[in-house]
Antibody, heavy 122, light 107 residues
């Protein structure tokens, strides 16, 4: 079964760092891009960025450039989203997702992780 | 950056009725348009890609149409499990934004 499994919920204080993960299984992890999507409480879906684990080519949505870092470790089929200094406004559900088509950076995303809830509060 | 809009924001429909959701792109995205369904507490689920192709396992009551800047998702006969939020997304240009969503609720 093709799936993406994300790390568990996190509660952090403003200014702290955080790295959440997304582990792929059931397919060739290095052949598909992996994207990250933010959903703030009660709000819609926002694209953050995307990475190709095969060579770590990474693209960011302009709104998130410089705010987060996306990385991947292909040896363990895992992608990451990290913050160096969290803000209260980073409180959200974060999803990783894989596109339908192998090697396609731009396509519909048919495989989604279950989401990681990040809560930032003092 | 392409901007996606959706209408209406909320659609109240009775079970068994037809629902028609609209999505508009600020510039042409050809047929590179997807529709997703999201239920509370769940990740989004891909329904339609290529503007009109149903994803694997999606019932035939869901259909998509349109190209360029105007798109439509039609649910021919709403079932109880279809009450959810629906998002469109263009994937013709980077970044691939989602629309703001249409909530389909029970009338």
């Amino acid at each position: 079964e093709v799936q993406l499994v994300q790390s568990g919920a996190e509660v952090k204080k403003p200014g702290e760092s955080l790295k959440i993960s997304c582990k792929g299984s059931g397919y060739s992890f290095t052949s598909y891009w992996i994207g990250w999507v933010r959903q703030m409480p009660g709000k819609g879906l926002e694209w953050m960025g995307i990475i190709y684990p095969g060579d770590s080519d990474t693209r960011y949505s302009p709104s998130f450039q410089g705010q987060v870092t996306i990385s991947a470790d292909k040896s363990i089929s895992t992608a990451y989203l990290q913050w160096s200094s969290l803000k209260a406004s980073d409180t959200a559900m974060y999803y990783c997702a894989r596109p339908l088509i192998v090697g396609a950076i731009l396509h519909a995303f048919d495989i989604w992780g279950q989401g990681t809830m990040v809560t930032v509060s003092s | 950056e392409i901007v996606m809009t959706q209408s209406p924001a909320t659609l109240s429909v009775s079970p068994g009725e037809r629902a028609t959701l609209s999505c508009r792109a600020s510039q042409s995205v050809s047929s590179n348009l997807a529709w997703y369904q999201q239920k509370p507490g769940q990740a989004p689920r891909l329904l339609i890609y290529g503007a009109s192709t149903r994803a694997t396992g999606i019932p035939a009551r869901f259909s998509g149409s349109g190209s360029g800047t105007e798109f439509t998702l039609t649910i021919s006969s709403l079932q109880s499990e279809d009450f959810a939020v629906y998002y469109c997304q263009q994937y013709n240009n980077w970044p691939p934004p989602f629309g703001p969503g249409t909530k389909v609720d029970i009338k």
